[in-house]
């Protein structure tokens, strides 16, 4: 069993920035594909950013493109999501998450192609 624990979340003001980092365990990290979504209240999860198994390949939202980049580490079974120029539209609880199929790149962004999810981390913007 995968599992998956998100840490780096945090309160900030606009125009910050924050590293959010998952770190994994319980399976063969190198080999998944690793997502971020985000959570705000009264709202659907929606994708953020994701990363192939080897790192050489990202998705992002448009809504985070030249703001967010996502890596990895496989040595360290850690993916990272480094956040600039925060919003408060960017307040919501952050989740990574695990996929150990190797999906074409744009499937990425379906909540569903995802078997493993961590508890989250919460990202609050204040203006």
């Known amino acids: 069993q995968v599992q998956l624990v998100e840490s780096g979340g945090g309160l900030v003001q606009a125009g910050d920035s924050l590293r959010l980092s998952c770190a994994a365990s319980g399976g063969t990290f190198s080999t998944y594909g690793m997502g971020w979504f985000r959570q705000a209240p009264g709202k659907e999860r929606e994708f953020v950013a994701a990363v192939n198994w080897s790192g050489d390949n990202t998705l992002y939202a448009d809504s985070v493109k030249g703001r967010f980049t996502i890596s990895r580490y496989n040595a360290k079974n850690t993916v990272y999501l480094q956040v600039y120029s925060l919003k408060p539209e960017d307040t919501a609880v952050y989740y990574c998450?695990?996929?150990?199929?190797?999906?074409?790149?744009?499937?990425?962004?379906?909540?569903?192609?995802?078997?493993?999810w961590g508890q989250g981390t919460q990202v609050t913007v204040s203006s």
């Open positions: 998450a695990a996929s150990p199929r190797p999906w074409r790149m744009s499937y990425y962004s379906d909540l569903d192609k995802y078997d493993y």
